[in-house]
Nanobody, 115 residues
C-alpha cells in the first residue's frame, strides 16, 4: 500500500499563509483522485479540496478563493496552498488518495491559526 506523508503544518497568524505538502511513496498521483481533508477538534473530518485525474479541482465553500490544490506527478507530491488563513481553519489536515475502492491516508499535519 502507498504511504502518504504530510508536512508544512504549523502555527500561523490570521491572514497568513501556509503550504502543505503530501509526499507519496509511489507514483500514484497520475491515477485516481487526490484530496485534502481536515478534522477540527470535536468535529467530523471534512473534504477541503480534491483534484481529479483530469485536473478538475473542487473546493469546500469555506475555502474557495483562499486555498489551491495542485500536484507534481513527476515527484509524487501534492500541495495545498492556503492563503488568508482564519482561526476556523485550525485542524489536522490529511492527504488522501483514492483509486477505485482503495483509499490511502496520511497521518496528518496540524495547522493552528491564532494570534
Amino acid at each position: 500500500q502507498v504511504q502518504l506523508v504530510e508536512s508544512g503544518g504549523g502555527l500561523v497568524q490570521p491572514g497568513g499563509s501556509l503550504e502543505l505538502t503530501c509526499a507519496a511513496s509511489k507514483r500514484i498521483f497520475s491515477f485516481g483522485t487526490m484530496g485534502w481533508y481536515r478534522q477540527a477538534p470535536g468535529k467530523q473530518r471534512e473534504l477541503v479540496a480534491s483534484l481529479t485525474l483530469g485536473d478538475k479541482a473542487n473546493y469546500a465553500d469555506s475555502v474557495k478563493g483562499r486555498f489551491t490544490i495542485s500536484r507534481d506527478n513527476a515527484i509524487n507530491t501534492a500541495y495545498l496552498q492556503m492563503n488568508n488563513l482564519k482561526p476556523e481553519d485550525t485542524a489536522v489536515y490529511y492527504c488522501n488518495h483514492r483509486l477505485g475502492v482503495v483509499d490511502s491516508w496520511g497521518k496528518g499535519t496540524l495547522v493552528t491559526v491564532s494570534s
